[in-house]
């Protein structure tokens, strides 16, 4: 598979329809092909930021339809650089059809609490300026009380890109996170300012079989999500070390706390199935 085929198959790789043949080829060239990689995180990028501007007001992307493009280019220069090969996926998205574009690439979703002034007060009972979620079994909510003013940020740890910004002042925060994806993703969510942060990864619509394999705790996170089909929290600090993971275990708190040790992590599975895993 050269680099031209493999760029085809972005999207229907990232929505998780790729033929099972295909896909071997694709994950193949993925590994071992450095541009391959950094085409695909841009993609990755690029669909997820199409997802938020359905709530932002927003120019044309020029690159959204080409003739869009021919008409921009007769009315000012050309321009000096090149939108990158993958962009052709893209092609043909006239401006109207972008808020069927989550739809279409079935992206990530974050739904902030845009009036957050209408939030109510904090109850005593409220654990206060830190991050929690809550799970109901299909969705997973993002709880923040906040004590004085707090921005909370989400955003994408693996391309480091701010998805939701709220602001908040002295009030409460329930924002749902949504995967609509057929992958398990992760967020990061933070207060800005304060020490911290936590990771969740999101179960995807399609369930995922784990190989053995390692990587970081941010990565076994997403690879426990997709097994075991529950969302997985982590601290940030702890989300780069490196550690390998083997999931034999029925149960998602054992395949955790095999993977992560004992040293230095605390694993445990709240009732309503979330798994954290926290640094000691």
Not at 4 to 20: H, Q, V
Not at 214 to 224: H, M
Request: no cysteine.
């Amino acid at each position: 598979m050269n680099n031209d085929k493999a760029r085809d198959f972005f999207s229907a790789y990232y929505e998780g329809t790729l033929e099972s043949g295909l896909k071997q080829s694709f994950e193949a060239r993925l590994s071992t092909d450095a541009l391959i990689q950094a085409d695909y995180a841009a993609f990755v990028e690029t669909v997820q930021e199409l997802n938020t501007l359905k709530d932002e007001e927003i120019e044309i992307p020029s690159f959204l339809s080409d003739r869009i493009a021919t008409r921009l280019e007769q009315v000012q220069p050309k321009s000096r650089f090149g939108f990158p090969a993958w962009l052709g996926v893209l092609r043909g998205l006239a401006f109207a059809g972008l808020a069927t574009a989550a739809i279409v690439f079935a992206l990530p979703f974050v739904q902030g609490n845009h009036d957050v002034s209408n939030a109510g007060a904090i109850s005593s009972s409220a654990s206060v300026n830190q991050v929690r979620f809550k799970f109901d079994g299909t969705k997973v909510v993002l709880n923040y009380s906040a004590s004085g003013t707090k921005t909370i940020v989400v955003s994408s740890p693996v391309t480091g890109k701010e998805i939701k910004r709220i602001q908040l002042e002295n009030n409460r925060l329930e924002s749902p996170l949504e995967n609509s994806l057929a992958k398990a993703v992760v967020f990061k969510i933070e207060s800005l300012g304060d020490e911290g942060g936590r990771l969740i990864a999101i179960p995807g619509s399609v369930p995922e079989k784990a190989k053995p394999g390692e990587g970081t705790v941010q990565d076994l996170a997403v690879a426990l999500a997709g097994h075991y089909r529950v969302p997985v929290v982590i601290d940030s600090g702890v989300a780069s070390k490196q550690i390998s993971w083997n999931f034999g275990s029925a149960d998602a708190r054992a395949a955790a706390s095999q993977a992560v040790g004992s040293e230095g992590f605390s694993v445990d599975q709240k009732q309503d199935g979330l798994v954290e895993i926290l640094a000691r």
